[in-house]
């Protein structure tokens, strides 16, 4: 065994370590095409709480749910719990501060 195979070893420790660093462009295009979506998805949700239809609302949230889940990154945790939130307002009937999450949630967003 010569002496620059631990030299070789810890190059390619490096390298693998800086390519699982990464990030992939169309990764990031994704979350966020997604967090638009849901950026969107939420004003959709604010307008049918105004218009008093909270069914409505509601599959609207479960589709920002989902995409929200859909990204699996530690940055959509704190926005799930929000829309997990706000879904918990809208089926108890508390418009008035399920309007005042989606403001919250939607800056969180932005």
Not at 6 to 23: E, N
Request: net charge neutral.
């Amino acid at each position: 065994m010569s002496k620059s195979t631990p030299i070789l070893a810890m190059v390619a420790a490096f390298a693998a370590a800086s390519a699982q660093a990464a990030t992939d462009p169309d990764d990031m295009a994704r979350r966020s095409e997604r967090r638009a979506m849901v950026h969107q998805q939420l004003r959709a949700v604010q307008v049918e709480l105004y218009c008093d239809h909270q069914d409505n609302a509601m599959h609207l949230l479960r589709d920002a749910r989902r995409q929200l889940m859909a990204q699996r990154d530690p940055a959509s945790a704190a926005e799930l719990r929000q829309l997990e939130k706000l879904s918990w307002l809208v089926r108890h009937g508390d418009t008035v501060e399920a309007i005042a999450t989606i403001d919250a949630a939607r800056g969180d967003l932005a």
